[in-house]
């Protein structure tokens, strides 16, 4: 048991780098799928349908493949193909941003659906551009909305950056794995590493929670500070990766 | 660089296939041990006692926050004496069963609290409420969302392939490996998924309208 921790302690800064490699890639990672759900979504909702079929159809490949054979693509098969080699680090924010950008997209689409019909019909009737009436009217009331979905999808993003290990970058499971090599010590080296990955989503939910009631407060809805603590990945999460 | 082999495309199908069939076994039976453990989760969880409920509440916390390749990985190191396969399965069950219990949860809150009290009323055992009025019920509306969870399970059963499960992505980084044919077998494993799942997707959806969802 203390042999496990003292090697932890005397490999602090290689466990140090770990973590910050899974904290980018998840941050990263994050970033890009949050920027493909709303240009996904967006194009979703769409008058032209042309821009919904390629929004439908990237949409569908993204979630039908599995996020593990995309990542592997991105990996062997894009060098063979093209002669072109990302970094691991970058197919990892590629894949996950592209496949979590996938399942955002449903989010965005579905929340900017639920804003109640009058509000499009009230922007129109004030003669609003469209572009004025998303920026102003529809996605403040749709942000608030998409939150708590973003976040159930935020902890699945961090739950899949262990596969960053398959593909040689030095990830925080990279670092504690090789720590267990050394000292023998299963049992405790994955309950570590297992708990290290609990309070990263903790931390997680957390930003996102303070995130919800700024928007919230944004427009006017104020909800007490207990609400910071609760936890989000309790909602039957039909971002999972399933079929909606 | 070099160009797309389709003769390895012909080659490496068969292989594929007979991964697929451990795929589609793994998710069968991952799906059951979800579905079933789930359940008693649901039911463990509205127990009278917080002694029951508190600790159940924060495993599944646990559980659920924390990825499944380490779980998968973790068990294979710990219980090194049983066979992968069976790991992989008892995981990948136990790691959805977190997500499934809360889908029964909405399912059993969704029956009217009438016919709890109309239990009380004829004096029925809690055993009989649960089996005759409830769970009847419940289950029903919580079908598709099941299918739903089945759906993401078998996509993410490639990550049986690290703890030397041979599923379909294993031969296919098998076949990759051993040709330098990375792109073909992957392509045609990822075509495989897509093929397999969209389709279970779009029935599920079927189904979640016909139920009033």
Known sequence: MSDFFSTLLDEFPQVRSGLWVTVEATVLGSLLALLLSFALGLAAGSRLLLVRGVSRTVVEFFRGTSLYIQLFWLYYAMPQLTGYELTPMLCGVVAFGLNYGAYGSEIVRGAINSVPRAQYEAAVALNMTPFHRMRKVILPQAWVQMIPSFTNLLIQLLKCTPLLWLISAADLMTVIQQIRDRTGESLTAYLTLLAAYFVLAYALTLLMNMLERTAKRRLGLHTGAGSLLRTRSAEPATTAGGAR | ?213
Request: aromatic letters at 10%; hydrophobic letters at 50%.
């Open chain 2, 1 to 213: 660089m070099n160009t797309f082999d389709w003769d390895a495309v012909g080659d490496a199908f068969p292989l594929l296939l007979e991964g697929f069939r451990v795929t589609l076994l793994a998710t069968v039976l991952g799906t059951l041990v979800a579905a079933v453990l789930g359940l008693a989760i649901a039911v463990a969880g509205r127990a009278p006692s917080r002694f029951v409920t508190v600790p159940v509440k924060a495993v599944m916390e646990f559980i659920r926050s924390t990825p499944l390749l380490v779980q998968l990985v973790g068990a294979a190191a710990v219980f090194s004496s049983v066979e992968p396969l069976t790991i992989g399965i008892a995981v990948l069950g136990i790691h959805y069963a977190t997500y499934t219990s809360e889908v029964y949860r909405a399912g059993i809150d969704g029956v009217p609290k009438g016919q709890w009290e109309a239990c009380r009323a004829l004096s029925m055992s809690p055993r009989r409420t649960w089996q005759a009025v409830i769970l009847p019920q419940a289950v029903r509306n919580v079908l598709p969302a099941l299918g739903n969870y089945a759906v993401s399970m078998f996509k993410e059963t490639p990550f049986l392939a690290v703890i030397t499960v041979q599923e379909m992505v294993f031969e296919a980084r098998k076949y990759g490996a051993d040709h330098f044919a990375y792109t073909e077998a992957f392509t045609l494993a990822g075509l495989v998924f897509l093929v397999a799942s969209y389709p279970t997707s779009l029935l599920m959806r079927k189904l979640e309208k016909r139920l009033g969802h």
